[in-house]
């Protein structure tokens, strides 16, 4: 199985930065992406970030120009840096893996608050 581990989070004043890690351990041959998601209460999960294999980048709308997606494949690391930062960034945030064959694996997720 696949162990991902997000760390970074927690209460940032707006217009503040933040930067998530997450570390992936375990059977990872064969990832086809990673990226990050989030969710608010009350609010559907949603992707925030991708990286594939090919390293083609996808972001949502609300965070271009503000977020910044990478990851240290020698690590098997993936980063998000979330600058400008907004209260409705305010989510769990959440590592996740895909396969092509299928599967996706997710972290435990972590805690961005944004409040003044």
């Known amino acids: 199985q696949v162990h991902l581990v997000e760390s970074g989070g927690g209460l940032v004043q707006p217009g503040g930065s933040l930067r998530l890690s997450c570390a992936a351990s375990?059977?990872?041959?064969?990832?086809?992406?990673m990226g990050w998601y989030r969710q608010a209460p009350g609010k559907e999960r949603e992707l925030v970030a991708l990286i594939t294999s090919g390293v083609i980048i996808t972001y949502a709308n609300s965070v271009k120009g503000r977020f910044t997606i990478s990851r240290d494949n020698a690590k098997n690391m993936v980063y998000l840096q979330m600058n400008s930062l907004k209260p409705e960034d305010t989510a769990v945030y959440y590592c996740n893996v895909g396969f092509a064959t299928g599967y996706d694996f997710w972290g435990q997720g972590t805690q961005v608050t944004v409040s003044s």
């Open positions: 375990g059977r990872l041959f064969g990832i086809n992406a």
